[in-house]
């Protein structure tokens, strides 16, 4: 039987876990693109929510970060199909961050492809986040898991390439030739506050798109932010601008478009 996954689920040592769902819009529409689910863990008695920093290294070594991330994929399936179900939202694209220690699993095919099929999603509605670190090791230790992610995205499953900075330019080759659809770039290259921070951004944005791959803007928290990004031909944004992560209930508040300026 698969990990049952609600609001809140049980992870691993009897931890806590609940999946929020922050937004993205496509900057080229202005629509509502898609969620990310995001895993957080029940803290203190404040109520507040440990985020992955906080957790997930002593997940990975007690070998529990398989266990968490079958837990937020049926999370974000069941939102989809939940949102296709009683929206009529069939268009709605949700994003999970998958951990080397599942991306690497032998299972990995089946497990997704099993949820799939089991929330009645299709796969074109899937995009997995793999980190630039995991994305190294596949490149450089794994062909085979690389051809099982190469079967996925026969199932029209798409994969971004997460966390992308300045230091990862030369991994672009690679991008281009094995599975991946997209690159979201880390938050703290959207930070545009100098005239050298904003060359650097377009100048990995100018590298991603000669290598004909689309770029997401992560993090992005200003106004002005927004239209540098928009100004550079970025496909997607996501950042607490345009929504901050919530449980799933609430993101139906998050708004359809992008408010106009």
Request: aromatic content about 6%; proline content about 5%.
């Amino acid at each position: 039987m698969p990990p049952t996954a609600g609001p809140s689920s049980s992870g691993a040592n009897g931890t806590d876990l609940v999946t929020f769902f922050q937004p993205f819009y496509n900057l080229r529409s202005g629509r509502l693109q898609g969620v990310e689910a995001l895993v957080r863990r029940h803290g203190a008695s404040d109520g507040r929510h440990q985020l992955p920093v906080d957790f997930f290294a002593a997940a990975s070594d007690e070998g529990s970060m398989r266990g968490i991330d079958l837990l937020v994929l049926e999370d974000a399936l069941g939102y989809l199909a939940r949102r296709r179900r009683t929206d009529g939202r069939t268009d709605l694209i949700c994003s999970v961050n998958l951990s080397w220690e599942f991306v690497s699993h032998r299972d990995v095919s089946s497990d997704i492809e099993d949820a799939l099929v089991r929330h009645g999603v299709p796969g074109d509605r899937l995009l997995i986040d793999i980190t630039t670190h995991t994305f190294r090791r596949l490149v450089e230790v794994d062909g085979d898991c690389l051809e099982r992610l190469n079967r996925l995205q026969r199932r029209e499953v798409s994969f971004c390439l997460d966390g992308f900075t300045v230091e990862d330019l030369d991994l672009l080759p690679d991008a281009a030739s094995v599975p991946v659809d997209i690159i979201k770039l880390h938050p703290s290259q959207v930070a545009v506050d100098t005239e050298d921070t904003r060359r650097q951004l377009g100048e990995i944005a100018q590298a991603i798109q000669a290598a004909g791959l689309p770029v997401v803007a992560a993090g992005v928290e200003t106004a002005d932010q927004l239209e540098f990004v928009r100004e550079l031909g970025f496909e997607w944004a996501q950042g607490f601008l345009l929504g901050a992560p919530t449980a799933a209930d609430d993101t139906l508040s998050h708004p359809a478009s992008l408010q106009a300026d």
